[in-house]
């Protein structure tokens, strides 16, 4: 059949109702539909829902608290202590373990009982991440006992073991960390060994 036939026949197909296709529109690169509980819009790439600078009252009205809190925690220690724990639970005020330590460090340098304990049973036992310092737990501890708790004097004793066994333990692993690392570098062989062009087991 010639050609024109073929190209008459595509035409009529081409034509019929609903083969039609509207080309899809083209996307505006400047533009992001975004969807939301109330329905979808196109928005500026640079959009942002999310402003940190418009805070709730509420909000508002508890960072100014704590910004109290931390301005007096500057002059007593007792404010400082309550910081300390605040921080720690996350009270009022986002949860900065880190942070809690050098608070409780603060109220504690500045002679607070409750802090100087809390610092002793901290050190004596490790946080999260911050593993135990007996010889730490020993200097808070120490301050608490002189002062006639009897809690501090046990947990002081605990302490001193403590520091005493991980002084024994480094001094053990100290003597031996060389010899341990000579087998490392040269001591021990290897039961593998590379030879024309391929790895053969030493037997």
């Given amino acids: 059949m010639k050609a ?12 019929l109702p609903g083969c039609t296709q509207t080309p899809p529109p083209v996307a505006n690169v400047n533009t992001v539909t975004i969807c939301d509980e109330s329905g979808c819009a196109d928005r500026p790439r640079n959009y942002a829902s999310f402003d940190p600078a418009k805070r709730s009252p509420e909000e508002e009205a508890a960072n100014q608290r704590m910004a109290d809190l931390e301005a007096l925690a500057e002059k007593d220690p007792s404010a400082a202590y309550d910081l300390a ?7 009022g005020i986002k949860q900065n373990t880190h942070k809690s330590v050098e608070w409780m460090r603060s ?42 708790d009897k809690e501090a004097r046990t947990l002081l004793k605990e302490a001193t073991h403590a520091r005493q066994t991980l002084q024994s333990n480094y ?26 062009g391929r790895w053969y087991y030493n037997y």
Avoid: C, V
């Avoid at 024109?4 to 034509?15: K, M, V």
């Avoid at 690392?181 to 040269?186: E, T, V």
């Fill in 85 to 91: 724990l605040r921080l720690f639970r996350g009270d």
């Fill in 171 to 196: 001094r053990y692993w100290d003597r031996w960390r060389s010899t341990f690392y000579n087998y490392w570098s040269s001591g021990y062989n290897y039961h593998w060994r590379w030879d024309t």
């Fill in 4 to 15: 024109s036939f073929w190209i008459a026949i595509l035409w009529e197909i081409a034509t």
């Fill in 107 to 148: 109220a504690g340098e500045r002679g607070h009982f409750e802090a100087q304990k809390a610092l002793g049973r901290l050190y004596l036992t490790g946080l999260g991440e911050m593993g135990s310092d007996p010889g730490e737990a020993e200097k808070w501890l120490s301050m608490t006992a002189s002062k006639g």
